[in-house]
């Protein structure tokens, strides 16, 4: 089956500008998580989304921001763009449903150059 | 506050050995911990997991220890090959959140 698909794949932006980031999730699953990796920080949680609802989020300010739509299919947002944000940024899906092995898959992930 | 804890950035070693990576956690809650694999401009990749009701778990060349009473858990390579030179994340699960470790980058020498 299609694995996680990230677009785009590479991406430069100007400080001030936004920018959004898309993620389609295997097929059946429901739950969409969004990560930051940067070489200093490792992977970090941004947030994530089941059945369109935000069900978690990580210590990102309010620039950051996203959402799922019915299929699945979720953006994440990013506004009011800064040097520092440049990063891989990777979508990770799973089933999300309680009680089983959630191990969550990962798209390529978009790199976000941010000058 | 860091929940996963990788402590060793790096770590060498001779291929055809046994590699080890160390993970520590701090939430007793976690239902479940993952390694994760990562090449360079490629996402995670799943490599293994293990309940926290168990305390190993072996797939081929790699199993994972759980010491629940010590909060730690290790992967085991045995035996290393070049193709496992990489970034591996610990990761932990509870109610759908994973949180990983900062990564430990391995370069298996030949």
């Known amino acids: 089956k299609a694995g996680v698909t990230q677009t785009p794949r590479y991406l430069i932006k100007t400080r001030g500008q936004q920018v959004t980031l898309s993620c389609s999730p295997i097929?059946?699953?429901?739950?969409v998580s969004w990560y930051q990796q940067t070489p200093g920080q490792g992977l970090q949680f941004l947030f994530e989304?089941?059945?369109?609802?935000?069900?978690n989020k990580g210590n990102f300010p309010g620039r950051f921001s996203g959402r799922q739509f019915s299929n699945s299919r979720s953006e994440m947002n990013v506004s009011t763009l800064e040097l520092g944000d440049s990063a891989l940024y990777l979508c990770?899906?799973?089933?999300?449903?309680?009680?089983?092995?959630?191990?969550?898959?990962f798209g390529q992930g978009t790199r976000l150059t941010v000058v | 506050d860091q929940q996963v804890k990788q402590n060793s950035p790096s770590l060498s070693v001779q291929e055809g050995r046994i590699s080890i990576l160390n993970c520590d956690y701090t939430?007793?809650?976690?239902?479940?911990f993952l390694w994760y694999k990562k090449y360079p401009a490629e996402g995670p990749t799943f490599l293994i997991s293990?309940?926290?009701?168990?305390d190993k778990n072996e797939d081929g060349r790699f199993t994972v220890f759980l010491n629940k009473s010590a909060k730690h858990l290790s992967l085991h390579i045995v035996p290393s090959q070049p193709g496992d030179s990489a970034v591996y994340f610990c990761a932990a699960n509870r109610d759908d959140k994973i949180i990983f470790g900062k990564g430990t980058r391995l370069h298996i020498l030949p």
């Open positions: 939430n007793s809650m976690f239902d479940y």
């Open positions: 990770a899906s799973s089933l999300g449903t309680d009680g089983l092995n959630t191990e969550a898959f």
């Open positions: 097929s059946g699953h429901r739950s």
């Open positions: 293990i309940s926290s009701i168990k």
């Open positions: 989304y089941f059945s369109e609802t935000q069900r």
